[in-house]
Each structure stands twice: as C-alpha cells, then as structure tokens.
C-alpha cells in the first residue's frame, strides 16, 4: 500500500505546483500567500509518504484530498484533479492493502 499511496502523493507534489503557477496570475491572490499554501501543501504530500502505514496517516491522505478538491474555488481546473486525484487515492489504498494480504499470503505460505 505504502508505494502505491506515495505514488499518488507524489504525482499531487508536482500538481499543487502547477496549480500555484497558474494561481500566481489571479490579481486576488498574492504570490506569497499561493506559495505559502501550496509549499506547505507540498510538503505534507512529501511527509505523508513516510506516515501512510501509521495510524491516521490515510485519514490524512483523505483530508490532502479534500483540500485539493478545495483549492478548485481559487483555481477551477482543481476540482477536476482534485476528484481525479481522490479516485487515484481510494485505489491505492484499496489495491495496496490487497497487495499487502496477497504478500503476506504469500510469505506465510513460503515459510510453511
């Protein structure tokens, strides 16, 4: 689950940043209040990746995506990528847990 789930926490680094270029060019936002946010938005992404397996770190993953999700009102292609983003992140959560049994499976049935 863990590199599934990074990988999609990842990919959202490089999106948040897009999404702060093009958020640069509304006039209402300043440019230090986009990069604050999403700095800070990234760095959670990048920290999350080593917190995933840890108790509440997908409840955290889901509340990232809800803040993608979100940042749409500020730039509106977000609320497309943000539920893209969330169907990225159910399906590693659910195919990486179902990875890690079909592991564990197959360790125990190694080890017999």
């Known amino acids: 689950m863990r590199t599934l789930c990074a990988s999609t926490l990842i990919s959202e680094v490089f999106v948040i940043g897009f999404a702060g270029l093009v958020a ?3 006039p209402d936002l300043s440019v230090t209040m986009v990069w604050t946010v999403c700095g800070i938005a990234m760095f959670l992404c990048v920290a ?4 995933i397996t840890r108790p509440g770190g997908v409840a955290l993953g ?3 995506q809800l803040a993608l999700f979100a940042s749409g009102f500020f730039v509106p292609t977000m609320f ?13 959560v ?3 847990r179902k990875i890690d049994e079909a592991k564990a499976r197959f360790a125990a049935h190694q080890s017999a």
């Open 80 to 92: 497309f990528l943000g539920v893209l983003f969330a169907v990225l992140w159910w399906a590693s």
């Open 94 to 96: 659910h195919y990486g």
């Open 24 to 26: 640069m060019k509304d």
């Open 62 to 64: 889901w509340a990232l």
């Open 48 to 51: 999350l990746c080593g917190m």
